[in-house]
């Protein structure tokens, strides 16, 4: 098992391009999430699924958007990119939404924008 | 005021040295209490959870958890230098909506 793959692992974007981020699990997960971290915040929620066609915001949505494709993908978009969007970021799975699960984290997307 | 609140050190200690981690929160409502580790240019990975109140033990790791002084603590018996990571406590409070809110994360290194 893999576990949950991200890609790409870098990108270098400059203001106003757009981007894709793709996250996959092979878990059989319900739940998918996706994170940014950024030095001194620790992880912030930006977007979840809690099951397939399902999507729901976290604490930071705004200039992103996902689609839960189908049980193994989540995807985050990033429209028009801004510098205050470099950091970090986390595609995670969990298995039931209905209790407690641990989450299962990607290997991150290092992600910089000029 | 962050909902949880986390000293980021960076903190060294040496070899089999205690370490103590700690956070402290501000929402009562938190019944799942976590601890993540991660080590430098990886994804986080869970390393142990606690509900409610109380201690949990595992191997050289023990989690504490005082919800009446909204204080977790993570203590790590005879360190080793393969214990140097980002610890980063997590918090969930609503069954089902599965929201962690994650702590700012504490640097370690432990020198042989």
């Known amino acids: 098992n893999a576990g949950v793959t991200q890609t790409p692992k870098f990108q270098v974007l400059k203001t106003g391009q757009s981007m894709t981020l793709q996250c996959a699990q092979d878990?059989?997960?319900?739940?998918m999430y996706w994170y940014r971290q950024d030095p001194g915040m620790g992880l912030r929620l930006i977007y979840y699924?809690?099951?397939?066609?399902?999507?729901d915001k976290g604490e930071v949505p705004n200039g992103y958007n996902v689609s839960r494709l189908n049980k193994r993908e989540f995807s985050l978009r990033l429209e028009s990119a801004a510098p205050s969007q470099t950091s970090v970021y986390f595609c995670?799975?969990?298995?039931?939404?209905?209790?407690?699960?641990?989450?299962?984290f990607g290997p991150g997307t290092r992600l910089t924008v000029l | 005021q962050k909902e949880v609140e986390q000293d980021p050190g960076p903190l060294s200690v040496p070899e089999g040295a205690i370490v103590s981690l700690n956070c402290t929160y501000s929402?009562?409502?938190?019944?799942?209490f976590m601890w993540y580790r991660q080590y430098s240019r990886k994804g986080p990975e869970l390393l142990m959870y606690?509900?409610?109140?109380g201690n949990k033990e595992d191997g050289r790791f023990t989690a504490q958890v005082d919800k009446s002084s909204k204080y977790i603590s993570l203590f790590i018996r005879d360190s080793q230098p393969s214990d140097s990571a980002t610890y980063l406590c997590?918090?969930?409070?609503?069954?089902?909506?599965?929201?962690?809110?994650f702590g700012q994360g504490t640097r370690l290194t432990i020198n042989p």
């Open positions: 995670a799975s969990s298995e039931d939404p209905s209790e407690y699960n641990e989450q299962f």
């Open positions: 878990m059989n997960h319900n739940s």
């Open positions: 699924s809690a099951s397939e066609g399902t999507t």
């Open positions: 929402n009562s409502a938190f019944q799942y």
């Open positions: 606690t509900y409610s109140s």
């Open positions: 997590a918090m969930e409070g609503i069954q089902g909506a599965q929201k962690l809110v």
